[in-house]
């Protein structure tokens, strides 16, 4: 069983930044591939960006250059800074989980983050 718990989302300012944090707690932090997905009103859940047990990062088109994810080995945590956030960033945002061996996935709960002014 894992569990993932996300915080850090909130209101904020256009052009302002956020930290999103998850905290993953499964037993084998290593086998997991971590990600941050997003959902806004009206659309379908998409990929922000994920994360290699070895740190290697993938973005999505929309989200390179603002977004950058990372990962704590030691704490089990998954980071997604955001800077200069835009009105379009206002969605749900996921943490992600996918085991290497067996493919399983899992999902947080979800942290919502509105940008306006």
């Known amino acids: 069983q894992v569990d993932l718990v996300e915080s850090g989302g909130g209101l904020v300012q256009p052009g302002g930044s956020l930290q999103l944090s998850c905290a993953a707690y499964?037993?084998?932090?290593?086998?997991?591939?971590m990600g941050w997905y997003r959902q806004a009103p009206g659309e379908q859940r998409e990929l922000v960006a994920r994360?290699?047990?070895?740190?290697?990062?993938t973005y999505a088109d929309s989200a390179k250059g603002r977004f950058t994810i990372s990962r704590d080995h030691a704490n089990r945590m998954t980071y997604l800074q955001i800077n200069s956030l835009k009105p379009e960033d206002t969605a749900v945002y996921y943490c992600?989980?996918?085991?290497?061996?067996?493919?399983?996935?899992?999902w947080g709960e979800g942290t919502q983050v509105t940008v306006s002014s």
């Open positions: 499964v037993s084998e932090f290593a086998l997991y591939v």
């Open positions: 992600h989980a996918q085991n290497v061996r067996t493919s399983t996935t899992y």
């Open positions: 994360i290699s047990s070895g740190g290697g990062a």
